[in-house]
């Protein structure tokens, strides 16, 4: 199946063609036309850029909600969110589809830096709320150093890449001048994701469209490779994962 890198809908490589993924492609065109998108085969590749970032968007609001409409994820995803400081909560009890983003996003803005940094209890919440019959990844922002709970980098990976045992990959990022890049490191490679330093809250927008874009094309979670190799060939891994 073949297609054009952000113009395509991300269920065309597993799914084929149909009426939505056609439609996805028209409005998509329509994004690329309108808008300054530079990224549109990268970082924006299956997401919009944020409304105060694209003066249109703030022009004309009901043309923002015609894209964000016609370019919509899966109706079968499903997001969580825990905020996390001292204590570790739930946004709410359960995943959650993705016509309740723009409710969640209003809590996400209504969050305030107070208490310690509670990240193994934020990570170990957020891995009950997944099971096995959908493939998952955690995304994990802070701007804290590790204070309650567990602390040590090397656990923390550990428990990173236990989750990915179970197929849930994780992802961090680290936020200002203040997180332990080390440890966030570490927990990206035990979960098989990537580590992002964001300096200001602008780059927050692009580095979650692209860890977003990539979370949209897996096609296979688990894969395996095994080497047959001549006896005076040897071949060690790069990583410990």
Request: cysteine-free.
């Amino acid at each position: 199946m073949f297609g054009t890198v952000g113009f395509q809908a991300p269920e065309i490589a597993t799914d084929g063609p149909s009426v939505s993924s056609d439609l996805y492609t028209v409005v998509r065109t329509l994004a690329v036309l309108t808008l300054d998108l530079p990224g549109y085969q990268r970082d924006f590749k299956h997401s919009l850029p944020d409304v105060a970032a694209e003066p249109l968007f703030a022009r004309y609001e009901s043309f923002y909600r015609l894209l964000l409409k016609g370019t919509a994820l899966n109706p079968d995803d499903r997001f969580a969110i825990v905020p996390f400081n001292t204590t570790v909560n739930r946004y709410a009890p359960t995943l959650l589809p993705a016509s309740d983003a723009a409710a969640a996003g209003a809590t996400i803005d209504s969050l305030i830096a107070a208490g310690g940094t509670n990240i193994s209890g934020a990570l170990l919440e957020a891995a009950a709320l997944v099971g096995p019959e959908r493939p998952t990844t955690i995304l994990f922002m802070t701007d804290g150093l590790a204070n309650v709970g567990i602390t040590d980098a090397d656990e923390l990976g550990g428990h990173a890449a236990e989750l990915r045992k179970r197929g849930v990959l994780t992802s961090t990022f680290g936020v200002g001048a203040d997180f332990d890049e080390v440890l966030l490191q570490k927990m990206a490679d035990g979960g098989g994701g990537h580590s992002y330093y964001i300096q200001n809250a602008l780059q927050i927008p692009d580095f979650l469209a692209s860890e977003l874009g990539e979370t949209l094309e897996v096609v296979a979670r688990g894969a395996s490779l095994r080497l047959t190799l001549p006896p005076d060939v040897t071949a060690e891994p790069l990583n410990p994962y």
